[in-house]
């Protein structure tokens, strides 16, 4: 009966090791395919701005290309 009680501590510990090595190895998977995983929060956010400022860019440009070209096109067809 004594042994028993040491067995099962050491089995609960193993147990416990295994889950958060597990539990590390699915996270480098993810980061395989995703390596923003690894990145602190602040890190994230900093990139998700940059992402949105990019974004926001490129839909401010191309919303003024279309708005010349309808200008344009306009000015051309009513003389």
């Keep these: 009966m004594k042994a028993v009680i ?3 501590l050491i089995a609960i510990i193993v147990i416990v090791a295994m889950g958060l090595y597990i539990r590390q190895l699915r996270k480098d998977l993810r980061g395989v395919k995703d390596p923003l995983v690894f990145l602190s ?8 701005r940059e992402l949105l400022d990019r974004d926001r860019e ?17 000015g051309t067809e009513d003389t």
């Design 6 to 8: 040491p067995i099962l």
């Design 58 to 74: 490129r839909y401010e440009a191309e919303h003024q290309a279309r708005l010349n070209d309808i200008i344009f096109n306009r």
């Design 41 to 48: 929060a602040k890190d994230r956010r900093a990139y998700a």
